[in-house]
């Protein structure tokens, strides 16, 4: 029986299906399009492209719609409600993504462009995988109100309630203001592209008027200024495909979720491989410093590692690296950068580093070479009491396999505050070069001889015997492993082979927290 006319999937139906659909994808339309291209961006449907393995792209909810008639906007036809939003598979993995369009109404977020990063925020939480975002808009849809806020209310909640379940990334590709800025901070990572994009809280115009200091939008909120003045920004990177690139390696190094294995790289460099370099890296002369991403590259497979917040606090360095094709974390005190001192900065990148590895599994490497925590008014005033203690609840709380090495200095509160033995490191291994003390010393014996100095016949000859008595005691590792403080001294040479052969040892490692709400690290 032949079937009625308007009935069932007809020809007729697919051709108006398509055109509708091919119609919706063109997003602001060529004038537009070029528009973006003339400031050096690409698209959202040209950045999906470059992140996700070819067709493998899922495009959710193409056909929603804006419904405010406020303002002009029931006369406005907004494409995709200018965010494309889903998922598909990067190097074979599946990630879901959000990407706003600035062709489409600037990208402007109102109800339902919300609603449809809502839905692939959830599909991420429950199908457990991570999460991208691509921010290039005007902000909250001006003509909408209220429930344009409220659709930023609903993306924070849903950045927390995802926060160490699966990761969560952003790419800020063109302009994020206002409040806009508080997702990417929610999110673990935050990439920015440079010229194209800026964050801030308040404009340029705003801080004109209200404080009467005037800067541009990139010295203000550039991938630069965030990258190396406020940390917010982890990657600053030079364009779009630059930065596309970036997220993709950084998703290489992590697991899908909290819950899943970490992803494993196939690994041709031997764990047995010597790094005799390190064997000369410490310099003749305590003062002296040294590069340690030399140290941290000699030890990593292929001496690659992935470097966020490069430009930022750069007395600690953190990284991805691979040991055996696995992923690690490491922390480490850069002696090439203010003598790798711990101050505010340096604390808070190093417990948010800590804190993320812990929560998806990644085990945690810590080289050790710090001569304390910086003193003086401005850290003490800028409350270098609790930024340290951060990193202390942070080292303390994490319970993935943890290994200190101590090349040189160790000295203080900031011994205990790189992983020391006591805040729960599993192996605590020490260069011959190691001085493990509560502070230099030159100063231990100002201190403490100050009147036998003063009272003997060539006070600077005493000094100096005192010193080297207090050296011989203290500024070694020997004294520290006889009391068991460390477990072994190795040759710098010997780093990656411990290193490796302890991952693969503590690689189950397993260990209770006792029940609670959540804790509460000094923030
Ligand atoms: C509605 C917007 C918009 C917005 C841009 N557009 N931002 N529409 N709401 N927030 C529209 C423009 O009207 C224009 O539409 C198109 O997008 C392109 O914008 P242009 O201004 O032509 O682009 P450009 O010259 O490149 O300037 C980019 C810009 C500027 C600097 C971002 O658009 C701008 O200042 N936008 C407003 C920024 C802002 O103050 N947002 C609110 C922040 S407060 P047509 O139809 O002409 O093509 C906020 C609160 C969030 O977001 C709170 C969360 C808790």
Redesign the pocket.
């Known amino acids: 029986m032949a079937r009625e006319q308007g009935k069932g999937v007809t020809e007729e139906k697919i051709r108006v299906f398509e055109a509708r659909r091919e119609a919706l994808k063109t997003m602001g339309g060529e004038k537009m399009i070029a528009k973006q291209h003339e400031l050096g961006k690409l698209t959202a449907r040209e950045r999906l492209a470059l992140f996700y393995d070819e067709g493998t792209f899922q495009e959710v909810q193409l056909f929603v719609k804006h419904r405010s008639p406020l303002f002009g906007l029931d006369k406005k036809q907004i494409n995709a409600d200018g965010v494309i939003v889903g998922f598909g598979k990067v190097n074979g993995r599946t990630v879901f993504a959000a990407a706003q369009d600035f062709t489409s109404?600037?990208g402007?977020l109102g109800e339902m462009h919300a609603k449809k990063i809502w839905k692939v925020m959830d599909m991420a939480m429950d199908a457990r995988k991570p999460f991208v975002s691509m921010n290039d808009s005007?902000?909250?849809?001006?003509?909408e109100g209220v429930p344009a806020?409220d659709g930023?209310g609903g993306i924070f909640y849903r950045n927390t309630i995802g926060s160490g379940y699966i990761p969560q990334i952003t790419a800020i590709m063109g302009?994020t203001?206002?409040?806009?800025v508080?997702s990417p901070a929610l999110t673990d990572w935050v990439f920015m592209v440079k010229k194209s994009s800026y964050m801030y809280i308040t404009g340029p115009d705003v801080i004109k008027a209200v404080i009467g200091e005037e800067v541009t939008h990139d010295d203000l909120g550039g991938a630069v200024a965030h990258a190396t003045k406020s940390g917010v920004c982890h990657f600053a990177t030079e364009n779009d495909e630059d930065c596309i690139n970036k997220v993709k390696m950084l998703l290489s190094y992590l697991p899908d979720s909290c819950h899943s294995p970490l992803p494993i790289a196939s690994c041709a460099d031997s764990p047995d491989r010597e790094c005799p370099e390190l064997d000369k890296i410490i310099p003749d002369r305590a003062t002296r410093g040294y590069d340690m991403k030399q140290v941290v590259m000699a030890v990593a497979d292929n001496n690659e590692i992935f470097e966020p917040h490069e430009l930022w606090a750069k007395n600690i360095l953190v990284a991805f690296i691979r040991i055996m094709g696995r992923p690690v974390g490491v922390i480490a005190n850069n002696p090439k950068f203010g003598a790798g001192v711990l101050d505010t900065t340096a604390s808070d990148k190093a417990s948010r580093f800590i804190r993320f590895c812990d929560a998806f599994n990644i085990p945690l490497l810590t080289f050790s070479d710090v001569p304390g925590y910086m003193p003086g008014t401005a850290q003490e005033w800028a409350g270098i009491i609790s930024h340290g203690a951060k990193l202390l609840h942070a080292y303390s709380e994490a319970t993935v396999p943890k290994i200190t090495v101590v090349t040189r200095k160790d000295y203080g509160g900031a011994y205990i505050g790189m992983c020391s033995k006591n805040l729960g490191a599993d192996y605590v291994m020490a260069w011959p070069s190691a001085e493990i003390a509560v502070m230099g010393a030159e100063g231990a014996c100002n201190i403490i001889y100050r009147r036998e100095i003063n009272e003997a016949a060539d006070p600077a000859a005493r000094r100096a015997e005192l010193v080297a008595a207090y050296e011989e005691q203290f500024n070694n590792p020997y004294f520290a492993a006889s009391m068991g403080i460390i477990e072994e001294i190795i040759a710098p040479r010997e780093t990656r082979k411990r290193v490796a052969v302890l991952l693969d040892a503590l690689k189950d490692k397993e260990q209770v927290r006792p029940p609670r709400k959540h804790n509460n690290i000094p923030l």
């Open positions: 109404a600037g402007s005007g902000g909250a849809r001006i003509q806020l930023y302009p203001a206002g409040g806009a508080y």
